[in-house]
């Protein structure tokens, strides 16, 4: 069973803060993608990342593929209020199977 | 464009009813997933169809569950008799490709 564990958890700033999150495991991936998800909905594809230390930039987002295509990161630039939700990180390792992290909980105050 | 579409929204049952749970994908996608999510075990992927065809159902808890794809716009999730611990939300997916998920708004079961 691969699995991705994240950190942290649970992540509470103020606006403007800048921020990073962490996926990492002992498997290696085809794909990685992250997630964001809010509450009574379903998680919205961001990124996928393919090829090992790749970095895909969205706007005030950025996401990084480790070389061996085992972790990834998401850095936020100037935390916003709007980007208030759960980021889920989730590895294609098998064809067709997607392993989810446990998350992390954003929460950015005004 | 409609996205993934699923019902009910919100289901609350009794302990050893059946609950189905329905997911129409978005149209052209080939692939459909269902997970389910919970504080606990986070996101799980129970079931995924290629064209209609189960793929891979190792993710299925247990007998108790069942899912069909009778077709390329129509899927069920089905719980036969049901449990508290089935408690979660469901989700339904779709996707042209297999890295590519779109998910529906999801399905919250309680059962008592």
């Known amino acids: 069973t691969q699995l991705l564990e994240q950190s942290p958890q649970f992540l509470s700033i103020q606006e403007g803060e800048n921020l990073t999150v962490y996926c990492n495991s002992s498997?290696?991936?085809?794909?990685l993608q992250w997630y964001r998800q809010e509450p009574g909905e379903g998680p919205v594809l961001l990124v996928t990342?393919?090829?090992?230390?790749e970095v895909k930039k969205l706007k005030r987002l950025t996401f990084q593929f480790g070389d061996a295509r085992k972790d990834s990161s998401l850095h936020i630039t100037a935390a916003q209020p709007g980007d208030t939700g759960l980021y889920l990180c989730?590895?294609?390792?098998?064809?067709?199977?997607?392993?989810f992290g446990q998350g992390t909980i954003l929460t950015v105050h005004p | 464009d409609a996205g993934v579409i699923q019902s009910p929204r919100h289901e609350v049952t009794e302990m050893g009813q059946e609950v189905t749970l329905r997911c129409k994908p978005i149209?052209?996608?080939?692939?459909l997933f269902w997970y389910r999510q919970t504080m606990m075990r986070g996101l799980e992927l129970l079931i995924y169809?290629?064209?209609?065809?189960?793929?891979?159902d190792s993710g299925m808890p247990e007998d108790r569950f069942s899912a069909k794809m009778p077709n390329a716009s129509f899927s069920t999730l089905k719980i036969q008799p049901s449990e508290p611990r089935d408690s979660a939300v469901y989700f339904c997916?779709?996707?042209?490709?297999?890295?590519?998920?779109?998910f529906g708004p999801g399905t919250r079961l309680l059962v008592l």
């Open positions: 149209s052209g996608h080939d692939y």
């Open positions: 169809f290629n064209n209609n065809v189960p793929i891979d």
């Open positions: 997916a779709s996707s042209p490709r297999v890295e590519t998920q779109y």
């Open positions: 498997s290696v991936f085809s794909s």
């Open positions: 989730a590895g294609e390792a098998s064809y067709g199977k997607l392993t």
């Open positions: 990342v393919v090829t090992g230390g």
